[in-house]
Each structure stands twice: as structure tokens, then as C-alpha cells.
């Protein structure tokens, strides 16, 4: 059974007029999508003979899928002393690794991730970590097949309200722009959620299960007397 996301209909009217090149019909609509993907985003320093195959390596034996990982700098490590003590630690490469699976499995590698923070291996220094809950490009991918059939609907029927008020008839579409995001993302895809993993509970804080996306259609329609 395919997913149904409910529709809260937003109709955006603002910036709607008649141009030289025709008229301007903008549209969106809001809705609810499920949150079906998690991605962990983990931070480890390692000692300086480290390799990024090694640090991958140590996270796939964690049970993390495919682990992307990139060196992104040296640093020391401060661990043993307190903000503003000397001497510094020992050197360290700084690596940054990304991890994406389905946001039902989310508890079970955060689990994973705190057994190896907490009993590092060789060559790992420290570990660091955090997740962000979204819908996945996939589902963003299918609801905006959905929506903008609709958006251009409501982005015509604007246009033909507008023609009216002014004496002409809507023509064909001249030119077509879209856009999608969370909303209060002002157009960009933002994480739902950051959390950690609490060692004491043996529990994330509660996820969110949906999040809400606008799409947004800018269509500019030619007019005929």
C-alpha cells in the first residue's frame, strides 16, 4: 500500500501580476511528508599513521553500512587535559564520516556507534556523533510528481483571475521555474532533528515520524485580447 501524505493547500499569491513578457502566476502547497531516512554525521580523530580506509573500516565493524569518509585536518588531542592546561596532546588527523540508512534502524546503529565511542580501537583517538531525521530524495522525489500537476493548476487558475481583471485571456505557458524545502528552510532541505544518543537511557530523544515540505511553482503564462 503506497503512503498517503496528507495536503494542507497553501496558495501563494504574492508577486502575481502582469509583465511585459505576460503573466506572472506563482503557487505552492505545503505538505506532510514521512521522515524515512536518518543520516549520522561522526566526527573522529586518529592517530597521525591513520588511513581513511582504517577509520571506514572500523565503522562497518560497528555494523554502519558503507561509511563515507574524508580527512579533514590535523588537531590534538586535548582529551587528558582541561580547556586552557598544557602540555597538548599528541597530534592527530581529524576525519569526518557520513552515514545514511533508514530512519527505522536509527536506535540500532546509534547503539553501535556508542559501544565503539566507548571502547575505541586502535587506531581511533575519539569519536563524536549526531543524526539528522528527514524524508528521503526518493519520497520528496514522488510527492512533487503529485503536487505539481496541482501547482499548476492553482498557478492557471491565479492566472486566468488576473487576465481577467485586466481585459486579456491566459495563452500558453512561457516559462516554468520550481523549487522545494522544509518549511522555515527558505527553499533548502533542513534537518528535522539533531540528536544524541543518551548512554544513561539507552534512548534518542523521541523522533518525529513526518516533516513538513512546500513546493513551489513560478509559471509565467503569455496573454491573448
Not at 150 to 174: E, F, M, W, Y
Amino acid at each position: 500500500m503506497k503512503p498517503q501524505f496528507p495536503l494542507l493547500i497553501v496558495l501563494c499569491s504574492v508577486g502575481a501580476a502582469q509583465t511585459l513578457d505576460g503573466i506572472s502566476a506563482p503557487a505552492s502547497r505545503t505538505v506532510t511528508l514521512t521522515a524515512d531516512e536518518a543520516t549520522f554525521t561522526i566526527a573522529v580523530a586518529a592517530t597521525l599513521d591513520s588511513t581513511q580506509a582504517e577509520v571506514k573500516q572500523a565503522l562497518q565493524n560497528a555494523g554502519l553500512p558503507n561509511p563515507t569518509v574524508v580527512a579533514t585536518g590535523l588537531g590534538q588531542d586535548t582529551s587528558a587535559y582541561p580547556p586552557g592546561a598544557a602540555p597538548p596532546g599528541a597530534a592527530q588527523i581529524l576525519y569526518s564520516a557520513t552515514v545514511t540508512i533508514a530512519a527505522g534502524s536509527v536506535i540500532d546503529a546509534a547503539k553501535s556507534l556508542e559501544t565503539l565511542r566507548t571502547h575505541l580501537q586502535a587506531p581511533l583517538g575519539s569519536l563524536q556523533y549526531s543524526v539528522a531525521v528527514n524524508p528521503s530524495q526518493a519520497t520528496v522525489d514522488a510527492m512533487r510528481q503529485v503536487v505539481m500537476p496541482q501547482l499548476l493548476d492553482d498557478s492557471r487558475k491565479l492566472a486566468q483571475s488576473l487576465a481577467a481583471a485586466n481585459g486579456v485571456k491566459v495563452g500558453a505557458i512561457r516559462s516554468i521555474s520550481d523549487s522545494a524545502g522544509a518549511v522555515g528552510g527558505a527553499y533548502v532541505a533542513v534537518p528535522m532533528l539533531v540528536a544524541v544518543y543518551d548512554p544513561l537511557t539507552g534512548n534518542l530523544p523521541s523522533l518525529p515520524s513526518s516533516t513538513q515540505y512546500t513546493f513551489y511553482v513560478g509559471v509565467v503564462f503569455t496573454t491573448v485580447q
